[in-house]
């Protein structure tokens, strides 16, 4: 983890020379300017961050940030990313990728690197749609989604970010939504504060492509029905009204209504994002409509050891016992003879 | 010692341990190799196994063999055929028939000599008679039968038991020879250190083979093979795989910097990611990557962040990492791609040896898209090479693929030991910040090298990354920048030509004919070469270790010769290549794609074929 020292960053800071090019309205800016803002409130040198991408409209990212980048090859970030931590963990990695990239082409290097617990920060922009290539269907478009390459609907199951990420023993998994600064600004801090690979899944509007994708859970009308904003040690309530709760039935989550049923707030779950049982933050990750709200904020959060920590700590195991430090001595082991 | 009733000195002398591919004959010949090596004699190895770790067990295709070539003079091959053969099969009889010399002594169990195997290796009664050996020196040894009784009062399984039959071989050929068993049996106790009764039973099965030698007269002749004329040093013996290792280890250190390697696991490679992963006590990051796409992008990602970064595979892991080496070429970031050679196209033949990947090496990208490109000759000089192909992607700050293969993976020599100090200089091009904007793209004005800057560095924040850039690093689709900058990154491959030393020729400068080569047919053309001047054949030697960019006096070399042939294992890729750089010469070409290394003798005919017998041209 990088020191911290007193640079005192503004948001601008962090924004390059480079243009922006993203379409107008698209959510990739809202994504942009809360890690600009992120950035600048963490105080960390600026030269400690590396932000790496892979390909797609996410993947520019790195591009407009102020920072050393690298804009790799498509679906290939994590594995990139993963170099450069190893290489040296001392350095801030973040990895912008978004639903193809890290889901269909990528989809190996992701679920190794959360396997591994890279301490890396996987901003994973899903607008379930291909933008960059004109609009095809993506790894986490809903079945039945017409577009370009299923111009009948697609008969896919869609991947559910969470429950993949949970699955490949992810420590940390969060969701946001990309106009919402304020939450993202929160679970952005949370992420690049957490010790160990760290996904967070933002619903990224494509204006162009796949429009009105997450209505439901940004219209004003809609979205405190819709979404619930989880809190580590709150009770999971919501709606409107915030009359609404989530409770555990035989083995399942269920949306209740405080009040009704006898239910009272006592009987909602309180979010534990540190209970290391995956059970209930697979669920929750899982939960969509209509049966359930979307779950926003940081779902998972449980402490590992780090690829970096075992890797340093093997090191110095190893250098402990072995004579061999240098090219000479290493030359020079083993079974020689002279000759005379 | 025995009484030897008849030993014949010899100045070079072929073994080959031949069984199946559970019978330890790899394990066999190193030590025997490694014997020998201690003892002053120059070696050359050449491992031939089935892809297979238990191969159908006593059928040809299971065979697996070590071949041993020890000499009294200076060994630059494993030898076109075999003077001893160890065969613990019928299947090794039918399996290695034609590569016997004329009066080759072969040393069998014959308790494996049943019915059953001698038709299993598709023999219909004697193998021997059917393939015309019944006057080869034969020895049959009960092997089988003597390890069970010479460990009788041991109190170890049946399994175990059959287990150390190599070791009974080896002991024959070590009484054969006269060697000392010191070497081998200190390996034993290492090796079973953890189970003394086996240690136990593999030693004494070991001193009842050499007994056993000295026991049956058959055994004769014995041979004897003075120590090389080797020059003064420490030696050890070294395979290609690890020679590569150490080569980038060594190139690390001079240069100050800590080697990452991010690969996945691929016959032939793997022994370097292994070699390296044990040498964590040199700061050896190494990454056993998810696949082969993982293992060039991680090492990628620790190149960018300041490391020596290296990815080793084989052809079809090449194939694989085609566009993120592109990625490296055009962010323009030392990088070290390691092709151990393999049989291909496809999954090929996994376990045997060839040059085929030449082309893919070359030209196997999308777009314009120059990498230097290097080739080993030998097991021990992978060393050097691996060094060199490090030096140069730092210096010239771009990925470099080095090329070995199966054969100089596998094979071992005696190597002198290099001392560190005499290694050149590796000096790496680090930006620094100054009063002056940094520019990612800005060029060292001779090497047009870029500068690397390393993350961390307060001010020289900047991006990379597959899309074209400007000088400055922003992404531009302009078409004269892309043009620019393609020319750029091309005469910047081809400016390395400044650190490649002068073709070297061997023999006369001038004459009737050049053998060229390249990579590891170093070895057999130059004992062919060698031997036909002693012949009186106006004949030269030059083996490329320099594919891209080419020795600046290729062509002056060429112009010295009547006749040009290339010689490489593939159907002519080297040839083609020259045909296009060099384009006035005539080249006649002699290919095999056999999975097989060349054998001596057949480079030896077509050169006499090519000169039509004349030695006065």
Redesign the interface.
């Known amino acids: 983890m990088a020191e911290t020292n007193n640079n005192h960053y503004v948001a601008k800071d962090f924004k ?1 020379d ?1 243009e922006v090019r993203w379409c107008p309205g698209c959510g990739d800016h809202g994504i942009l300017a809360s890690l600009q803002k992120t950035l600048a409130e963490m105080d960390i ?4 961050y ?1 932000f ?1 991408s892979g390909i797609g409209c996410s993947s520019r990212l ?2 407009y940030m ?8 498509h679906g ?1 970030a994590a ?10 963990p ?2 801030m990695v973040w990895e912008m990728t978004g639903d193809g990239d890290a889901l269909a082409i990528g989809g ?2 992701y679920i ?1 690197a959360i396997r591994r617990n890279i301490d890396i920060k996987i901003i994973l922009f899903n607008n379930e749609i291909y933008g960059l290539t004109k609009g095809q269907y993506s790894p986490t478009s809903k079945k039945g989604l017409t577009t370009k390459t299923s111009p009948y609907g697609t008969i896919e199951e869609p991947f559910k970010i969470g429950e993949l990420t949970i699955g490949a023993n992810g420590r940390f998994f969060a969701r946001t939504v990309d106009y919402n600064l304020q939450l993202s600004n929160e679970v952005y801090k949370t992420a690049a504060l957490f010790n160990g690979t760290a996904v967070v899944e933002v619903l990224q509007n494509c204006v162009i492509f796949n429009d009105g994708a997450f209505d439901a859970f940004t219209s004003k009308e809609t979205r405190d029905d819709n979404t619930i904003t989880l809190h580590h040690g709150e009770k999971m309530i919501f709606g409107k009204n915030r009359d609404k709760g989530i409770i555990l039935k035989d083995l399942k989550l269920k949306v209740v209504n405080i009040g009704e049923d006898g239910i009272t707030e006592k009987d909602i779950l309180t979010h534990d994002a540190h209970e290391p049982n995956p059970g209930i933050h697979y669920r929750l990750a899982g939960m969509s409509l209509p049966d359930y709200p979307v779950a926003l904020g940081v779902i998972r959060a449980i402490n590992a050891q780090t690829y970096s920590a075992a ?1 340093i700590e ?2 110095e195991r ?2 402990a ?8 001595e ?3 082991s ?7 | 010692m025995g009484k030897r009733s008849k030993v014949i000195k010899k100045d070079e002398v072929v073994i080959r341990f031949s069984g199946d591919s559970g019978d330890g004959m790899q394990l066999t010949g190193t030590l025997f190799s490694n014997t020998s090596a201690l003892f002053g004699h120059d070696i050359s190895t050449f491992p031939d196994y089935p892809a297979e770790i238990r191969a159908p067990q006593g059928t040809v295709g299971g065979v697996s063999g070590f071949q041993v070539h020890i000499g009294h003079k200076l060994i630059n091959t494993p030898g076109d055929f075999t003077d001893i053969l160890v065969a613990m099969n019928p299947a090794a009889i039918r399996a290695n028939a034609r590569w016997l010399r004329k009066g080759s002594t072969i040393i069998y169990d014959s308790d494996n000599f049943t019915e059953k195997q001698i038709q299993r290796a598709g023999y219909k009664a004697d193998p021997f008679v059917e393939d015309k050996l019944d006057s080869m020196n034969l020895i049959a040894a009960p092997i089988s039968t003597l390890v069970k009784e010479a460990l009788k009062d041991m109190e170890i399984d049946p399994k175990t038991v059959l287990r150390t039959k190599n070791m009974f071989a080896l002991g024959m050929v070590y009484w054969l020879f006269d060697s000392k068993l010191k070497y081998t049996e200190d390996f034993i106790e290492e090796k079973f250190g953890k189970k003394p009764l086996v240690a136990e039973a593999n030693s004494k099965v070991l001193r009842a083979g050499y007994y056993y030698g000295e026991t049956i007269e058959a055994l004769t002749p014995s041979y004897r093979v003075g120590p090389a004329p080797i020059s003064k040093g420490t030696y050890r013996n070294i395979n290609g795989n690890q020679a590569t290792s150490w080569g980038l280890l060594a190139a690390a250190e001079k240069a100050g910097l800590k080697l990452f390697i991010g690969s996945y696991p691929i016959t032939p490679a793997t022994g370097i990611l292994e070699e390296l992963a044990l040498r964590k006590d040199m700061g050896v990051k190494s990454l056993q990557a998810e696949d082969e796409i993982a293992g060039i992008c991680t090492a990628i990602g620790a190149s960018f962040a300041g490391r020596l970064a290296v990815t080793s595979t084989s052809g079809p892991g090449l194939a694989l990492k085609s566009e993120a080496l592109n990625l490296a070429m055009m962010t323009e970031l030392p990088l070290v791609v390691i092709d151990v050679q393999r049989g291909g196209p496809s999954t090929g033949l996994p376990t045997k040896t060839e040059q085929a990947d030449l082309w893919q090496a070359l030209y196997g990208r999308n777009g314009e898209s120059p990498v230097p490109v290097i080739a080993a000759g030998t097991p021990s000089d992978c060393f050097h090479f691996a060094f060199q192909a490090a030096k140069i992607a730092i210096e010239h700050m771009t990925p470099v693929i080095l090329l070995t293969d199966s054969y100089l993976a596998n094979g071992s020599e005696p190597w002198k030991i290099p001392s560190m100090k005499d290694m050149p200089d590796v000096t790496v091009p680090y930006a620094v910040k100054s009063d002056k904007e940094f520019l990612a793209y800005e060029r060292d004005p001779e090497t047009l090298a870029r500068k690397w800057a390393i993350p961390g560095t307060r001010g020289l924040e900047h991006r990379v990354g597959g899309l074209e850039k400007t000088i400055k690093g922003s992404v531009s689709y302009t078409p004269e920048n892309h043009e620019f900058m393609v020319r750029t990154r091309d005469e910047k491959v081809e400016r390395i030509v400044m650190d490649v030393p002068d073709l070297k020729v061997i023999g006369r400068k001038t004459g009737d004919l050049l053998v060229i080569g390249w990579g590891s047919s170093y070895g057999h053309i130059a004992t062919a070469v060698t031997e036909l001047q002693a012949e009186g054949y106006k004949v030269s030697a030059a083996n490329f270790n320099y594919i891209r960019p080419l020795p600046k006096n290729t062509a002056k070399v060429f112009a010295g010769f009547g006749k040009l042939v290339v010689c490489e294992l593939n159907t002519g890729q080297f040839a083609n290549y020259l045909r296009m750089k060099h384009q006035k010469y005539n080249y006649h070409q002699y290919n095999k794609i056999q999975g097989l290394p060349f054998t001596v003798q057949e480079i030896k005919d077509y050169c006499i074929k090519l000169l039509e017998g004349k030695k006065n041209g």
Do not use: C
């Open positions: 390059s480079q040198p600026k030269e400690k590396v790496v790195p591009y102020n920072t050393y980048g690298f804009h790799g090859i290939r594995a990139i990313a993963t170099g450069i931590k190893v290489a040296n001392d350095l190996n290097h190794h890797m093997q090191h190893v250098q016992k072995s004579k061999i430090r240098t090219m000479d290493l030359l020079r083993g079974a020689t003879w002279e000759v005379k």
